[in-house]
């Protein structure tokens, strides 16, 4: 009978508890791994709505997926690879710029136009405007009546003296003769204040939105996420398991107390108590024997 109990006991002890609140600890990764900021460099230290590296996939919004190389931080809108010099999350805004232009703006041949204006939770800063770069001119006449914003070297095939032409958009209905000789252009969307070449560096100011919701699950002492399967649904990760808006209202950390308290006590406690069980057994078991000596 009291074999049976026993084990009964320490089954029950060293199994079934750890079991039953194991699922809380398993539920609890996309918290722990969401509590991760993303770093990279100097000036990239953010979360929500963005991931990548060591913030997996459901820590952010698609769409938003950073990339560091070094300490450089770079986002993929569209196919077109950006570098990301700045994030304001208080604002919510980035700054970015073409990564390609960056490297090299004479590249001319690869490069697309510019435009994120197909994504759902980004538009544009005010602070910004789109140019025209017009690439293999010959170099125009300094008429300030052309409105051109600039002009750099860029040597194009066959004219080693060619410059690029930096023209505001929209471009006027008047003649532009000091286009005719260009071969081709890009437009690109650029910071008002950028002078010249500073305008590949500068890059530009997009705004992005975050559901309203994260600040109420923020406050609940909860991590925002991504609910699993969907691309941008909202996703409260709290100590125990996610919940759709913010984490319940608890007296403390009295639950998560008691269930670490459970979790890590229960196994120690069964082993000293099967120790002091088996030590009162062989004690009964030795007494006959001493006896009949």
Known sequence: MMSSFFFSFLFFTVLVLPLQYGDASEGNDQYLECSRRFVCGDNINV???FWGEDRPWHCGLEGFQLLCEGESTSMVFEEQRYR??????????MNLSRDDLVKDPCLYDHYPN???DNHTLLHYSETVQNISIFYGCSDPDSDPSTKMIGEFSCPYPGDPAAVAIFKENPLS????PELNSCRTHIKVPVLRSSEMLRFFLSGFVMEYSVDEACSGCELSNGICGRTNGSSYGFSCYCNDKPYPISCPH????????????IVVVAPIAAACLLASILYVYFRRVRKPFECVE
């Not at 990301?84 to 805004?93: E, S």
């Not at 608890?250 to 308290?261: F, I, L, P, Q, Y």
């Open 250 to 261: 608890r007296d403390g950390n009295s639950n998560n107390t008691v269930r670490t308290v």
């Open 114 to 116: 510019t435009t994120i």
């Open 47 to 49: 979360t929500y709505p």
């Open 84 to 93: 990301v010099f700045n994030i304001n999350q208080t604002d919510r805004t």
């Open 173 to 176: 209905e008047r003649p532009h």
